[in-house]
């Protein structure tokens, strides 16, 4: 059956530091794969889509890359700020094109 | 305010209890999902509707019951559910295109906290 893993272990990282969040799947091959920001007792925040003839993808401080041969993303922070501090999620899409099944996460904590 | 209000935000309701969770999305969008996060686990997809019909039913239980009376509103109707239903439930809405998403993902809503005592 399709498998997402993201790392369950929380990464501590110094502010100006760059996160790197690594998101793996396994038995299939999806077209596209999705990062979200979620705060405590909130819903997920879109942040970025890279698709898979998309190697990388950039927005402000975030960037992600998406390596189909190794089946996996990753999704990096630069600068990181205290504010950065959430779990981010991947969310590659199963079956439909729309139908989005979700990592558990991975809880980043940026410290001052 | 992410253009998806659920409400209510928080629910107590006891095992014989029925009750309804509310989503209504003010983009324009023509899918609507229902998740469920319990503590410690991943989102876990529930109903899908695509053109207020529902295409997908993840297996869950007939203690939830879906409702789309257009595209813009989204229920999900509760009733003789168990403590282990206790969690947080997210309304999410997206544009299908049919073809792929847009590159603006799904905009989820704050959720409503729901407790079964």
Known sequence: ?112 | ETGVTQTPRHLVMGMTNKKSLKCEQHLGHNAMYWYKQSAKKPLELMFVYNFKEQTENNSVPSRFSPECPNSSHLFLHLHTLQPEDSALYLCASSQDEGRGPTSYGYTFGSGTRLTVV
Request: net charge positive; hydrophobic share 30%.
């Open chain 1, 1 to 112: 059956s399709q498998k997402i893993e993201q790392n369950s272990e929380a990464l501590n990282i110094q502010e100006g530091k760059t996160a790197t969040l690594t998101c793996n799947y396994t038995n299939y091959s999806p077209a596209y794969l999705q990062w979200y920001r979620q705060d405590p007792g909130r819903g997920p925040v879109f942040l970025l889509l890279i698709r898979e003839n998309e190697k990388e993808k950039r927005k402000e401080r975030l960037k992600v890359t998406f390596d189909t041969t190794l089946k996996q993303s990753l999704f990096h922070i630069t600068a990181s700020q205290p504010a950065d501090s959430a779990t981010y999620l991947c969310a590659p899409p199963s079956g439909g094109y729309n139908k989005l099944i979700f990592g558990a996460g991975t809880r980043l904590a940026v410290h001052p």
